[in-house]
């Protein structure tokens, strides 16, 4: 018994010898992991730290390092997966591919820095090695050289977009309630991160793309560039008071000049023979049996827009005595801005000083508005120079942006974005490859084509001076059941705060809804005459035709009024919403200062799942969905019933 007793413990030592054994390996991997983990996030640490400096060729060196470690620990995971025990373990087998998929998030980053690094490396070989410096310092060659990188550049950021996304992905697939389960909230702002970057590469790519075409790379490039005063608010973000004529060249703006809108249109109107007839609301509400530039833009729909500005530039300007005028240029497109922009772009460069006065950030849109409206009387300018003032701002704008230090590239590039998004600034190229690329970064304006529920709520101030500064606005769209479909509803409200001066009189304002195509009306409130307009518009894409709704509004100062339109949306959205989804595109007109959005949202079927970029949702029981926001840029909402 003892022999056998004896036989049998050799037998379990051998055994356990076996299993140490086979799973020394295994045990080693782990400690090599840690050592490489280890290792790889002093590098990566020491790359971001070079990157503040903008040390790039430590970056990349650092970077480099990182990705390497991160290979061996990725490798050594591999291994361990294969391992006999390891791949028997509910518990263990888990945890180890939530640590692959760490490593390889970690491993796809360092990737990603070392290749924004090298080109932060090409730029800094091209720039002078000296603080401060802007690109307006440039000799032409190396401006030339620096927008010809960017526009090279573009296949290595959609590499390191695909990496961010990569990574992204692989984060997305770790299980936090594993080892990683006390890292939870780390691991939430991480993927977080990520996303951004990932959209702010995006953003990055689109730029780099269009701002050596801009900036008349590869070649010299004239822009046909509009001031719209959202105070005065008309389709495409405000009247169309001044325009200027703008060519670049390498980088360089080589000519921008200013005119008052009404330089061109007051020779044409001599002119019995130029006679074009405007949209039927300008003919009743201004009074006005002939269209000029200056009310061009009564199309929301920017490209659309855009196009018909050109026409009435070119088609006008044979008839002015300047030559400059006279000739213009073949035009690569158009840019419109707002005010808001302009105002935002002096929060970075600082107050600027013309002609004696003192713009900035807070007083820009007023006193610019008092300068070309009334103080021109008292200094002796004429009316018919009254806004070269404006020309004059944004020249001196201009060079304060250009002569900006590189470090502070980031905070204009921002601001330029956050204003595209806001539709501040708005362009139209005339190529219609660029124009592809600038609608795919949302930078054009378009009316969009989307296959469920829409809504655009257009504006349009006729004879009300610059009213809309002192207008309360609060939009509300609502949906529920009804006779076996959907029936919509759009509200309203408007808030007069202003009284009667040189700048604000009665609000008077020709409104117009853009809605699914096939839309029914049923019933409008608040139209103060009464008249209902109503018809189809395609902008020249079918694919993005639309209904539309009209009425004219006036409200007077103190005074407050509400305008309705109820409609039965088309029959696709309601057999959408039978099948179980339902989405909608809140699209924002450019320059509208709605202060407030809200929707509601009704349905037969449960909510089972939604998406939004609304600030507050709120899903109540049943198929209820309501949720508002500030509407300063397009919204949408996607539901799963």
């Known amino acids: ?73 990725f490798s050594r995971l591999e291994s361990l997966e294969d391992n006999f025990w ?103 702002l991480a993927k977080d991160e990520l996303q951004v970057g990932a959209e702010l590469m995006a953003k990055t790519i689109t730029l780099s793309q269009l701002l050596p075409v801009l900036a008349g790379y590869p070649d010299p490039a004239n822009y046909l560039v509009l001031l719209q005063n959202s105070d005065e608010l008309r389709p495409t973000g405000g009247f169309l008071g001044t325009l200027g004529v703008l060519q670049t060249d390498l980088g360089d703006l080589v000519k921008f000049r200013t005119n ?65 005028i006279k000739n213009p240029p073949q035009f690569d497109g158009v840019v419109a801005i707002t005010p808001r922009l302009v105002t935002d772009l002096l929060y970075i460069v600082g107050p600027i000083t013309v002609n004696g006065q003192e713009y900035n950030k807070d007083n820009f849109t007023d006193l610019l508005q008092y300068e070309v409206e009334m103080a021109y009387r008292d200094k002796g300018v004429s009316e018919w120079d009254r806004k070269k003032v404006i020309g004059d701002i944004l020249k001196e704008l201009k060079t304060r942006l250009f002569a900006l230090p590189t470090d502070r ?28 690329t600038a609608r795919n970064l949302n930078w054009g304006g378009a009316i969009e084509s989307v296959p469920g529920d829409y809504l655009m709520l257009v504006d349009a101030n006729l004879a009300a001076f610059k009213t809309d500064r002192v207008m309360e606005k609060k939009l509300s769209y609502s949906v529920t059941p009804k006779d076996d479909g959907y029936v919509a509803k759009v509200t309203m409200n408007y808030k007069h705060t202003g009284g009667f001066d040189w700048k604000t009189t009665r609000y ?33 894409r079918p694919e993005a035709k639309k209904t539309y709704f009209g009425g004219f509004i006036s ?32 699209q924002k007109q450019a320059g509208n200062n709605i202060q407030n959005l809200a929707v509601a949202l009704q349905f037969d079927n449960d909510i089972k799942s939604y998406t939004d970029n609304f600030t507050n949702i709120v899903q109540s029981t049943g198929g209820l969905l309501s949720g508002q926001d500030v509407f300063e840029t397009d919204r949408f909402i996607n539901i799963g019933l």
């Open 86 to 188: 390891v791949k028997r373990s509910d518990s263990l087998y888990p945890q180890i591919k939530d640590l692959e998929y760490m490593v390889k998030t970690a491993e796809v980053l360092a990737r990603s820095l070392s290749a924004g690094a090298a080109i932060g490396q090409k730029v800094n070989g091209i720039l002078p090695d000296q603080p401060g410096v802007s690109f307006s310092d440039l000799k032409k060659a190396d401006k030339e050289a620096v927008l010809k990188l960017i526009y090279e550049s573009v296949p290595d950021l959609n590499g390191v977009k695909a990496n961010l996304d990569l990574a992204l992905m692989d984060l997305k697939k770790v299980d936090n309630s594993g080892w990683f389960g006390p890292l939870q909230k780390q691991m939430s």
């Open 409 to 436: 590239y980031l905070d204009l590039i921002g601001a330029l974005n956050a204003n595209i998004e806001k539709k501040n600034i708005l362009f139209y190229f005339n190529d219609a490859q660029i124009q592809a």
């Open 508 to 540: 008077r304002s020709y409104v117009r809804i853009y809605v699914p195509l096939g839309s029914e009306l049923i019933k409008t409130e608040g139209i103060s005459d009464g008249e209902v307009s109503k018809g189809e518009e395609d902008f020249g």
């Open 260 to 324: 008052d809108a009404y330089h061109l249109d007051m020779p044409a109107s001599l002119d019995p023979n130029f006679k074009v007839t405007p949209p039927a609301p300008l003919q009743k509400y201004l009074g006005t049996d002939r269209w000029y530039l200056r009310d061009s833009n009564w199309s929301p729909d920017w490209p659309t827009s855009a196009q018909k500005i050109q026409w009435f530039y070119n088609a006008e300007a044979k008839y002015n005595s300047d030559p400059e």
């Open 555 to 586: 409200i007077e100062p103190g005074q407050s009024d509400t305008l309705v339109f109820e409609y039965r949306l088309p029959s696709n959205i309601a057999n959408q919403i039978k099948a179980g989804q339902y989405s909608l595109y809140l």
């Open 1 to 73: 018994m003892t022999r056998y007793l004896r036989y049998f413990i050799l037998t379990i030592a051998a055994l356990l010898l076996l299993f140490v054994v086979l799973n020394l390996a295994a045990a080693m991997n782990l400690v090599r992991v840690y050592s490489a983990g280890t290792s790889a996030k002093k590098d990566l640490q020491a790359s971001l730290d070079s990157l503040q400096a903008n040390n790039f060729s430590a970056v990349v060196i650092s970077a480099g390092e990182a990705e390497d470690s991160l290979a061996v620990a």
